[in-house]
């Protein structure tokens, strides 16, 4: 009965590397949501996709980041050209049909040097 | 700009004492859900309120609606140790919950025993 998966749990990167963030929904979940944590924030919406679409963006940057859920596989969040702000928890939620509630994963600790 | 405001952000109280927690906005949302998260981890569902002047009833824990569907709150009565961490209530808008949720900052329970 596993619940949402991400990995890794915690990410270092320097500067301007690539980060890549993995999350495996529910089982048969095909919603996926991505939300960043900052320190003593809520969560901050960014992107909600569903199997090969991306339905919502709007909450992310329109630079560096972008976000895929392709047919097989993981979601994907991937960041690039890292900056010192976006350290973060980035946490994602999945969803098996309306009215439901999203469920959380444990989140990604991305930290920046 | 924040749309659900929470407060108290801390509350550090002794064993045995009741409490409240607030959820407002000044915004109409479809459905208002409370996660409560621990360190390190992800938010955990505690309860999903829809219906304008709802209560449920969790143990110790009285989650109420808003008539008008724009705020709501948490009441722990006799709280225990086991109850401290991160309280979020985060609302869905629309039809129905498939779109992105709005988080409130949070707040920190401590109870001492």
């Known amino acids: 009965n596993a619940g949402v998966m991400q990995n890794p749990r915690h990410l270092v990167r320097r500067r301007g590397q690539e980060a890549r963030l993995r999350c495996s929904p529910m089982?048969?979940?095909?919603?996926v949501y991505w939300y960043r944590q900052l320190p003593e924030e809520g969560l901050k919406f960014m992107v909600y996709l569903q199997k090969e679409n991306i339905i919502d963006e709007s909450g992310m940057p329109k630079e560096r980041f972008s976000a895929e859920f392709p047919k097989e596989g993981p979601s994907i969040l991937r960041i690039q050209q890292v900056v010192r702000g976006d350290s973060a928890a980035y946490f994602c939620?999945?969803?098996?049909?309306?009215?439901?509630?999203?469920?959380f994963g444990d989140g990604t600790r991305l930290s920046i040097l | 700009t924040q749309l659900l405001e929470q407060s108290p952000q801390f509350l550090s109280i002794q064993e045995g004492e009741n409490l409240t927690v607030y959820c407002n906005s000044s915004s109409v949302f479809s459905s208002l859900q409370w996660y409560r998260q621990e360190p390190g981890e992800g938010p955990v569902l505690l309860v999903t309120v829809v219906t304008g002047g709802e209560v449920k009833k969790l143990k110790r824990l009285t989650f109420q609606f808003g008539d008008a569907r724009k705020d709501s709150s948490l009441h722990i009565t006799a709280a225990q140790p086991g109850d401290t961490g991160l309280y979020l209530c985060?609302?869905?808008?629309?039809?129905?919950?498939?779109?992105?949720?709005?988080f409130g900052r949070g707040t920190q329970l401590t109870v001492w025993p």
């Open positions: 089982k048969g979940h095909s919603h």
């Open positions: 939620a999945s969803l098996g049909q309306a009215n439901q509630p999203q469920h």
């Open positions: 985060a609302g869905a808008m629309g039809s129905s919950t498939l779109g992105r949720l709005y």
